[in-house]
């Protein structure tokens, strides 16, 4: 029996267990998508409307091997949204070939393995939408963030090649680019710091809000509805740019 094509739109949401990627996930799951996660982490809840693929996105093989599962099984892709990251801070003289390559492999490499896997079927479709989740650090550096800050240039970098060379198949393509957004990782990256120089917590979460121009971090679901006007009908003549979300940081 063939299998038949999903009747809603289908969204595929790489790391959306937390954080941006759960929001994300959230936001299309209520918006009638069915919606896809892939991720290494289970998330905490199940929920309707998001189906959880078990997929360590930093090996290329079992990408690959999870993504044409579910290719096969919906038969139809409208979205991806290639979020799966991780930050590591160091200098590049700090910054061993091993840290360097565990960096790439997930937040550059996991984003053009995805990419490749469903560009056939839309292509086929000749329509799509993928949204790279880079940073503000695709614009401006940041001390003591040389790989994490590479990983995310390369991410615009990846938006704006893929909108080119897809656009006679009405694939569209565009980069995010969160500042400071309260997630586990900004949290896990807040501990990590607080331990190794000793600084007051709160105090240091009162820095980092300050630092804004709006006075606040960001929340996971303002960048979550951001990803979903950039897949929606509303930007249908948006592709290949860089949408900042920032609270004002890089305008500085």
Not at 22 to 40: K, M, P, S, T
Not at 44 to 54: R, T, V
Not at 136 to 147: E, M, P, Y
Not at 171 to 181: E, Q, V
Request: contains cysteine.
């Amino acid at each position: 029996m063939t299998q038949q094509p999903s009747p809603f739109p289908v969204c595929i949401v790489t790391g959306g267990s937390a954080g941006i990627g759960e929001a994300i996930c959230e936001r299309f799951a209520l918006n009638g998508y069915q919606v896809v996660n892939l991720d290494i982490q289970k998330p905490a809840l199940k929920q309707c409307n998001i189906d959880w693929w078990p997929c360590d996105l930093s090996d290329s093989a079992e990408t690959r091997t999870v993504l044409n599962k579910v290719l096969q099984q919906y038969q139809r892709v409208d979205v991806l949204i290639s979020n799966a990251g991780i930050h590591f801070s160091g200098t590049i003289e700090t910054t061993s070939d091993a840290e360097f390559e565990r960096v790439f492999a997930l937040n550059v490499k996991g984003a053009i393995n995805a990419t490749k896997a469903v560009l056939p079927l839309m292509k086929e479709q000749q329509a799509g939408v993928i949204l790279y989740m880079a940073s503000d650090q695709a614009l401006i550096a940041k001390r003591n963030s040389f790989a994490y800050n590479m990983s995310k240039a390369a991410l615009a970098s990846l938006a704006k090649t893929t909108a080119l060379d897809y656009a006679s198949f009405n694939i569209r393509a565009n980069a995010i680019c969160p500042g400071t957004i309260e997630t586990p990782l900004y949290h896990q990256a807040i501990a990590r710091y607080v331990e190794k120089s000793g600084a007051d917590e709160q105090q240091v979460h009162s820095e980092e809000a300050a630092l804004q121009p709006l006075g606040r971090l960001g929340q996971s679901k303002e960048v979550a509805a951001m990803a979903f006007f950039l897949a929606s009908e509303d930007a249908a003549f948006v592709t290949g740019s860089l949408h900042v979300i920032d609270g004002g940081y890089t305008a500085q």
